[in-house]
């Protein structure tokens, strides 16, 4: 048997068509499969590779991590410098009030944490999310995960937890003394990429004040410069209460965080100790090449390039068949007709050499989340081959 065989027989499926492409080597913007074909990779693993493939520091810094010590005990018992130096480079590049990291093997599990720690910090239940939201795919995470259809085959699921609509001043109100935390998308990503107003946000961030209601923001998909700063929450004028991340804060590795101030984040040591544990979390091959990835995003200006390399792409992005194209920074969704539409669009550009997908709640957009190395020929190169697949419907 192949190793397409083996894989659809042995490694556990999570839709009856996966795209079974076999890759054996990633570097910079490409991929290339078994056969030697190359692609041009729009999706970044779903915006974790911001800094590319194999960055050659991220390489560096994990091949000599796992050459000094690698598992050593459980999360917070030792003292571990790819931690501590990471948690550091982490607080030295966020607000004052978000000082305090807990590292995390999934942005999920950040999820999860996060909710733990608004309950304990606050001693309330109610939990505000909203609709069309992703937060992950564990019990806890879709609780709150934004449509019914994802949720409704895992019933009974956590209570107390109310989903609203997004963007809407009437959520306003529903924020009380007894609303432990309200979670969203700094910038709603499965959703087809909406961003919410800055009146909104503000306005949020106000009534979470007001009440000593947890703004917990998740950043999971959309920070680390995704959206054109480092942090999506900048461009609102607001800092939140817990920001979630992952995707690219492992640089390529497994590595996610809900981050908090210190005298929030004291919470999970008592009343139960150990109020929130992890084995494998912050691991520290993962934290020495998530800092090498942070760094490279920093020192290289990555940030820099991402609003000039949006406006290429939405002004190439000019086809009959387009119904919308909606962006923030370096992620962007092509809306079309329909899933149909969308998904020969796709198709076509995997085999011509161009690596995109769709969006959970929105099937019939078409997703870019490139890494943010992405150049002006590379991006020319992807809406040729995006236009050429348009004109095939």
Not at 32 to 59: E, Q, R, T
Not at 79 to 102: C, E, G, I
Not at 284 to 296: D, N
Request: proline share 4%; charged share 20%; net charge negative.
């Amino acid at each position: 048997m192949n190793n397409r065989q083996l894989f659809l027989q042995h490694v556990a499926q999570t839709s009856d068509a996966p795209l079974a492409l076999e890759i054996v080597k990633a570097e910079g913007m490409y991929m290339w499969d078994a056969g030697g074909k190359k692609y041009l990779d729009l999706i970044a693993g779903i915006s974790v590779c911001n800094v590319g493939h194999c960055h050659p520091a991220v390489v560096k810094a994990i091949q000599e991590q796992a050459q000094t010590y690698m598992h050593l005990l459980v999360y917070g018992e030792f003292v571990q410098s790819p931690q501590v130096a990471y948690a550091k480079y982490l607080a030295d590049h966020l607000p004052a009030s978000l000082n305090s990291v807990y590292f995390t093997n999934s942005g999920s599990e950040a999820v999860e944490g996060a909710m733990k720690l608004a309950k304990r910090h606050t001693g309330r239940t109610g939990i505000i999310a909203f609709r069309n939201s992703y937060h992950g795919s564990t019990q806890g995470s879709l609780s709150i995960m934004g449509d019914e259809y994802w949720r409704n085959a895992y019933r009974p699921l956590l209570p107390d937890v109310l989903h609203l609509h997004h963007n809407s001043m009437e959520v306003i109100e529903q924020i009380t003394e007894r609303t432990a935390c309200v979670i969203a998308e700094t910038v709603q990503a499965e959703a087809g990429v909406w961003a919410p107003s800055r009146e909104w946000m503000q306005a949020l961030r106000q009534r979470c004040t007001e009440t000593g209601t947890l703004l917990i923001l998740d950043e999971i998909q959309c920070g680390l410069g995704r959206n054109g700063t480092l942090w999506a929450f900048e461009q609102y004028g607001i800092v939140p209460d817990v920001l979630l991340l992952g995707k690219a804060l492992g640089g390529g590795m497994p590595l996610g965080a809900f981050i908090a101030d210190r005298e929030v984040m004291w919470g999970l040591t008592h009343q139960p100790v150990l109020g929130h544990i992890t084995t494998f979390g912050g691991h520290p091959v993962a934290c020495a090449a998530g800092l090498a990835g942070m760094k490279a995003l920093v020192e290289e200006n990555l940030v820099a390039g991402v609003a000039a390399k949006e406006q290429l792409f939405l002004a190439l992005l000019q086809h009959e068949r387009i119904r919308a194209v909606r962006s923030k920074g370096l992620m962007l969704a092509v809306e079309l007709d329909d899933f149909a539409s969308n998904k020969k669009v796709i198709d076509y550009c995997i085999a011509n050499g161009l690596i995109t997908d769709w969006f959970l709640f929105a099937p019939q957009c078409l997703r870019m989340v490139p890494p943010l190395i992405i150049t002006e020929e590379e991006i020319r190169e992807a809406c040729r081959i995006i236009l050429a697949g348009l004109d095939t419907l």
